[in-house]
């Protein structure tokens, strides 16, 4: 199975400022498409997880402008340019390179 | 509008055969126009660590997590707009929230989540 690592574990972020989350596998994640087959999902407090980018650097529909994704093979990056309060939540990346699809355990972005 | 809902029993106890069923609507399991349309089932602990389980998709084919493969079974009613999961000898260790999600391979180029129904609380305790 491909391993998922995320980190930091835990982010606290003053609104208005950046915030960051990696996201290492541990094989790579570039499809002989030229794609990388890596997605991120946001679950707010008491949601079910949302799908926010997909192929590593699209954002998915009606996710705001601030998220992007970046990063290729086994090295991918989440960006938020400004943290809003809306934005709390566990953060998860996940490889749909081959199944089993995995996930990282996530990274708790709460706000300071 | 897609929607998608889990439903089944709240608590088991431990050797018993769990059976959730996905009601899903806005959306076809019958046909797909571009890739593929699918429903599959993912889980989260208690300790928020999600796990993928299973698809299904609109031409019947089915994909498990290897780990779990001989204790799954996931099937489809595409008429009734139901997918169900069988899960046998469930154990404490399978206390989680399932969820139901839908993926699209057509505009997504894989298999990605793109709607998720609440999920729904199983508890495995004698």
Redesign the interface.
């Known amino acids: 199975d491909i391993v998922m690592t995320q980190y930091p574990v835990s982010l606290p972020v003053t609104p208005g400022e950046p915030a960051s989350i990696s996201c290492r596998s541990s094989q790579s994640l570039l499809h002989s498409n030229g794609n990388m087959y890596v997605d991120w999902y946001l679950q707010k407090p008491g949601q079910p997880p949302q799908l926010l980018i997909y192929l590593g650097s699209n954002r998915a529909s009606g996710v705001p402008d601030r998220f992007s994704g970046s990063g290729s093979h086994t090295d991918f990056t989440l960006r938020i340019s400004r943290v809003e309060a809306e934005d709390v939540g566990i953060y998860y990346c996940m490889q749909g390179q081959q199944t089993p699809y995995t996930f990282g355990q996530g990274t708790k972005l709460e706000i300071k | 509008q897609i929607t998608l809902r889990e439903s089944g029993p709240t608590l088991v106890k431990p050797t018993q055969t769990l059976k959730l069923t996905c009601s899903f609507s806005g959306f076809s399991l019958t046909s797909s126009t571009v890739g593929g349309v699918g429903v599959g089932w993912i889980r989260q602990s208690p300790r928020?660590?999600?796990?993928?389980l299973a698809l299904i998709y609109w031409d019947d084919v089915k994909?498990y997590?290897?780990?779990l493969e001989t204790r799954l079974t996931v099937t489809k009613d595409a008429s009734k707009k139901e997918v169900v999961l069988t899960m046998t000898d469930m154990d404490p260790v399978d206390t989680a929230t399932y969820?139901c999600v839908r993926t699209d391979s057509g505009p997504?180029?894989?298999?990605?989540?793109?709607f998720?129904?609440?999920?729904t609380v199983v508890i495995v305790s004698s």
């Open positions: 928020k660590a999600l796990e993928w994909s997590n290897p780990s969820f997504y180029l894989h298999d990605a989540f793109d998720w129904g609440q999920g």
